[in-house]
């Protein structure tokens, strides 16, 4: 599976982004994924997980109520609406496949995207 990620860029604290993640193959609705970030000099952090079939949505306390995490299975696509930025979100976004029991977990993710870069001014 190659996931490629896309949309982040540089916004004001405030402003909304909405993160894509397209995955190569047929079998993307089988897949749970999940939306992770690495800040500077920080350790990759969970954001947000879905499951395969779009219901079962969480979320890190540090974004719930700001980002949304969807998908669009006919599109072989899953996104992160991001509300109500502050500086603290500024990170690289990772999205990830699924196949282990945490959600929370890194080790939980087997395939992972490039990254896309978001960075969010005070």
């Known amino acids: 599976v190659q996931l490629q990620a896309s949309g982040g860029g540089l916004v004001q604290a405030g402003d909304s982004l909405r993160l894509s993640c397209v995955a190569s193959?047929?079998?993307?609705?089988?897949?749970?994924m999940g939306w992770f970030r690495q800040g500077p000099g920080k350790e990759r952090e969970f954001v947000a997980s879905?499951?395969?079939?779009?219901?079962?949505?969480n979320y890190a306390d540090s974004v719930k109520g700001r980002f949304t995490i969807s998908r669009d299975n006919a599109k072989n696509t899953v996104y992160l609406q991001m509300n109500s930025l502050k500086p603290e979100d500024t990170a690289a976004y990772y999205c990830?496949?699924?196949?282990?029991?945490?959600?929370?977990?890194?080790?939980?993710?087997?395939?992972w995207g490039q990254g896309t870069l978001v960075t969010v001014s005070s």
């Open positions: 990830a496949v699924r196949d282990g029991v945490t959600i929370t977990s890194r080790r939980s993710y087997r395939y």
């Open positions: 879905i499951s395969r079939s779009g219901g079962n949505p």
């Open positions: 193959g047929p079998t993307f609705s089988s897949y749970d």
